[in-house]
């Protein structure tokens, strides 16, 4: 079974500038999550959809950040303009549904820099 | 807000003996916790799993207890073994009715070194 594909996996802006991450489940998954990890801390999430609807998006900074996964299966998650504190691991993670019973599979996620 | 707390940075053992990994929680509605295992440069693994019906789950070398009284569990891990070495998230959730019934709360990690 493949895994979680996310892309790109580094990757390096300055401040202000526009970036987006792509993320591929594992076939099947019908919940699909973005988390944000900081240096230091877990995994904080960011936004959740249970296909291509969202379920949770309260800690989403919605001025700067946006995603979508249409047609239920690949997701996008954009930042614009970035800041300095967006600098982080963004980490996409599926599970079939989101029962609790169901364990989240990661993605080995993409690095942002921010100059 | 920090929910879920793990208050040792770090934790280092020697091969063969028995690693504990700490949790605590605050929320009283978290039911359901997992554990999770991180490589540098990879995304979290699942690890083990605990329902809030039960005060022990125990896979191969790993045990997971649970004191709701406490709000606390722990991560035994029995042997210890150098391939163990990661970075350990303790991760909870609540069965809260509407749109948060997946959603994790983690906690900042524990590295765990096991030493030949």
């Known amino acids: 079974e493949a895994g979680v594909a996310q892309s790109p996996r580094y990757k390096i802006i300055e401040k202000r500038q526009s970036v987006a991450f792509w993320c591929n489940p594992i076939?099947?998954?019908?919940?699909l999550y973005w988390y944000q990890q900081i240096l230091g801390q877990g995994p904080k999430l960011l936004i959740q959809f249970q296909n291509n609807g969202v379920v949770d998006d309260s800690q989403l900074p919605k001025d700067r950040f946006s995603a979508e996964r249409l047609k239920g299966v690949d997701s996008t998650l954009k930042i614009q303009p970035a800041k300095l504190e967006d600098s982080a691991v963004y980490l996409c993670?599926?599970?079939?549904?989101?029962?609790?019973?169901?364990?989240?599979?990661f993605g080995d996620g993409t690095r942002l820099s921010i100059l | 807000d920090q929910q879920v707390k793990q208050n040792s940075p770090s934790l280092s053992v020697q091969e063969g003996r028995i690693s504990i990994l700490n949790c605590d929680y605050t929320n009283s509605m978290f039911d359901y916790f997992l554990w999770y295992k991180k490589y540098p440069a990879e995304g979290p693994t699942f690890l083990i799993s605990i329902s809030s019906i039960k005060d022990k789950n125990e896979d191969g070398r790993f045990t997971v207890f649970l004191n709701k009284s406490a709000k606390h569990l722990s991560l035994h891990i029995v042997p210890s073994q150098p391939g163990d070495s990661a970075v350990y998230f303790c991760?909870?959730?609540?069965?809260?009715?509407?749109?948060?019934?997946?959603?994790?709360?983690f906690g900042q990690g524990t590295i765990l070194t096991v030493h030949p």
């Open positions: 993670a599926s599970s079939l549904d989101s029962g609790q019973g169901q364990p989240q599979h």
């Open positions: 076939s099947g998954h019908a919940t």
């Open positions: 991760a909870a959730s609540a069965r809260a009715g509407g749109t948060s019934y997946g959603k994790l709360t």
